[in-house]
């Protein structure tokens, strides 16, 4: 006798709880086994070094400022954008930092034009990306945002934080390499 519509339903939102209930309890339990010495659950955070990468004074609006960050030798751009932005900062919210790697095969991107926000073209492949809306891929073969270098600033100087997204070519940020805290006279 065929299942009616309803039975249907009925059987397969059991099968749905039954398997989300073997997945959360194991990991449930996974995750109170990795209590540290401070009563801390979960998932650990990633340290990145604070490093000084710029000043609000010396950052006119469309000026695209090179430096590296987490490492030396990983390039990025500071740029102040001149209009407030998501996850901007600085007294505008203007200002924002990305890999300048373009995420296609990691080319160095060095042209930034200010009247669009665009990063690029990629001298490779030509791929180019919105500075305005978190990195987009704007054209080309890309297909994943910039990695975004998360800032603050503090007085004048703004300080690079931490890395939202991978930068190309890393498979963790902050594995394999010796961090470098760079540019702090900036």
Not at 24 to 36: E, H, I, R, S, T
Not at 162 to 168: A, C, E, N, T
């Amino acid at each position: 006798m065929p299942l009616s519509r309803r039975d249907f339903l009925l059987a397969g939102t059991a099968a749905g709880a039954t398997i989300g209930v073997g997945v959360l309890v194991p990991l449930g339990f996974v995750l109170a086994d990795d209590d540290d010495a401070n009563g801390a659950t979960g998932a650990s955070l990633a340290t990145f070094p604070r490093a000084r990468v710029g000043s609000v004074s010396s950052l006119g609006v469309g000026d695209a400022q090179f430096f590296d960050y987490p490492y030396e030798g990983t390039p990025n751009v500071l740029v102040k954008l001149g209009e407030r932005v998501p996850g901007g900062v600085g007294p505008d919210n203007d200002i924002v930092a990305y890999s300048n790697l373009c995420t296609h095969m990691g080319c160095p991107i060095t042209t930034y034009e200010a009247d669009s926000h665009t990063l690029g073209p990629c001298p490779c492949h030509f791929s180019s990306f919105d500075l305005s809306r978190d990195g987009i891929v704007g054209f080309g073969q890309a297909t994943q945002n910039l990695a975004r270098i998360l800032l603050e600033v503090d007085g004048d100087g703004i300080y690079a934080l931490g890395v939202y997204r991978l930068i190309y070519g890393h498979a963790d940020n902050l594995a394999g390499e010796d961090l470098v805290v760079v540019s702090e006279g900036v």
